[in-house]
């Protein structure tokens, strides 16, 4: 169940980039909304997501966005715990966002303690 529109947040796949840099914390750091959430539904192409953590600009408790189909975009699975950053209102790719892996993980814990 989605929860009622006050209490959520929209996004927009990334779009694709070539000119990915390597990491870093400092460019996690920088982005101006960034928090871990996890996938708890997905109904025609809509992910709805509940907000586990706030690193950087959002306050909101849910998340939706469309599910990727892309290569740059982010194909969500429910059940999934995710890391993801944003820019005007548009998840950032390039390895920034995606599923939490251990790598990813401990960028985002030294971009924000």
Known sequence: ???SAEH???FQQPTSSTDCEPLSAA???????????T???????TVALKVT?????ITAEHVQVPQGNG????RFRTGKHY???AED??????????EATEEQRALYIQAFG
């Open 71 to 74: 290569a740059a975009e982010i």
């Open 53 to 57: 953590s706030r690193y950087a600009g």
């Open 89 to 98: 209102e548009r998840i950032l790719g390039c390895g920034i966002s995606g």
């Open 1 to 3: 169940m989605i929860a």
């Open 39 to 45: 996938a708890n539904h997905i109904e025609h192409d």
């Open 27 to 37: 460019e996690v750091r920088a982005a101006p909304v960034a928090f871990a959430a």
């Open 83 to 85: 890391l993801l950053a």
């Open 8 to 10: 959520i947040q929209s």
